[in-house]
């Protein structure tokens, strides 16, 4: 008598029996279907939200550098978080930033009121659209509560495979 089973242990077989030989074959059907548990859709905020074009670095969290929405998620997130350090992984001395970027990249050692108005700018701010690439150069803009509600777009720029804040 030959056996296959498939799935987790079951009470519903079907046996089947053709020229003598015995098969009995476990159906992969749950005893109460009512107990199947499914998780009710959770909305997040678009800055929390990862999309095909980033990527995750070996601890499972963004790369702030795998597309230009990450360099702009990575400033939101960091203007609600008060959490400044991913900010240096957008600056690349090889590309010339202008001032906005530049300040952006040294949030973390200035004064507390730079740091309270970025993240009053940027804690507020939710990306609008897709990014705009052209030659190695992209386009993300923003809008924010901040300032009686603005809009700004954010310029980033690939090296090395990688994308950095260019400025704003």
């Keep these: 008598m030959v056996l296959a089973s498939c799935g987790g242990k079951n009470d519903n077989k079907k046996t089947d029996v053709n020229d003598s030989v015995?098969?009995?074959?476990?159906?992969?059907v749950p005893k109460n279907p009512d107990s199947i548990k499914t998780e009710e859709p959770k909305i997040v905020?678009?800055?929390d939200v990862i999309t095909n074009t980033e990527v995750l670095n070996e601890k499972g969290q963004l790369d702030?550098?795998?597309?230009?929405?990450?360099?702009?998620q990575t400033m939101i997130k960091a203007g609600k978080t008060r959490n400044f350090g991913q900010?240096?992984?957008?600056?690349?001395?090889?590309i010339d930033m202008d001032g906005d970027a530049k300040d952006v990249c040294e949030i973390a050692?200035?004064?507390?009121?730079d740091q309270?108005?970025?993240?009053?700018?940027?804690?507020?701010?939710?990306?609008?659209?897709?990014?705009r690439i052209k030659n190695g150069v992209a386009e993300v803009d923003?809008?924010?509560?901040?300032?009686?509600?603005?809009?700004?777009?954010?310029?980033?720029?690939?090296?090395?495979?990688?994308?950095y804040l260019k400025g704003f």
């Design 22 to 28: 015995k098969t009995e074959i476990t159906l992969g």
């Design 45 to 47: 905020d678009s800055s």
């Design 64 to 72: 702030p550098n795998s597309s230009p929405t990450a360099v702009v």
């Design 87 to 94: 900010l240096l992984k957008l600056c690349n001395e090889a």
């Design 109 to 113: 050692s200035s004064k507390k009121s």
């Design 116 to 131: 309270d108005d970025f993240c009053e700018y940027f804690g507020s701010a939710k990306i609008s659209g897709k990014p």
């Design 142 to 163: 923003i809008s924010t509560t901040a300032e009686g509600g603005s809009k700004e777009t954010i310029v980033c720029q690939v090296k090395y495979d990688k994308w």
